[in-house]
């Protein structure tokens, strides 16, 4: 889906689908709303229709709310000094060959790997 909706994005807006752009376009109130509303609309229904219909305890999150923002902080920082995200990067850029994506993706990655260790294992 998520492949499908880049795709589309790309062949009926010109744009490449990265979240955090889509995000921070919305907020800017850059080249007309509607359809970043719906794009986020529809990552925030996909949970909330999981929830009602998929079957109960899928999703479980157990970490504290305010470590969940921070970490959410983190991750917002990230892609600004990134330029990007893992759906623009890893998903778009990769796709089109892009070596600027690739090494985004291999960082980002890298580091994800490393944190989750670092927490499970060390701390």
Same mark, same amino acid.
Request: aromatic content about 8%; proline content about 5%; charged content about 5%.
């Given at each position: ?14 744009? &490449? ?18 359809? #970043? ?15 009602? /219909?998929?079957?109960?305890?899928? &999703? ?6 305010? &470590? ?39 960082? /980002? ?10 927490? #499970?294992?060390?701390?």
């Amino acid at each position: 889906m998520i492949g499908l909706a880049a795709i589309l994005l790309l062949a009926l807006n010109g744009r &490449v689908m990265g979240a955090s752009g889509i995000w921070s376009g919305l907020i800017r109130g850059s080249d007309g709303p509607a359809w #970043r509303l719906a794009f986020f609309a529809g990552a925030l229904a996909a949970p909330v229709f999981l929830a009602a /219909f998929g079957r109960p305890g899928q &999703v479980q999150i157990d970490t504290p709310m305010p &470590v969940f923002l921070f970490a959410g902080l983190l991750v917002g920082l990230g892609t600004a000094i990134g330029s990007g995200c893992t759906s623009g990067h890893g998903i778009c850029g990769i796709s089109r060959g892009s070596p600027r994506s690739i090494m985004a993706t291999l960082a /980002f990655m890298g580091c994800g790997l490393a944190t989750v260790f670092v927490v #499970r294992h060390v701390i």
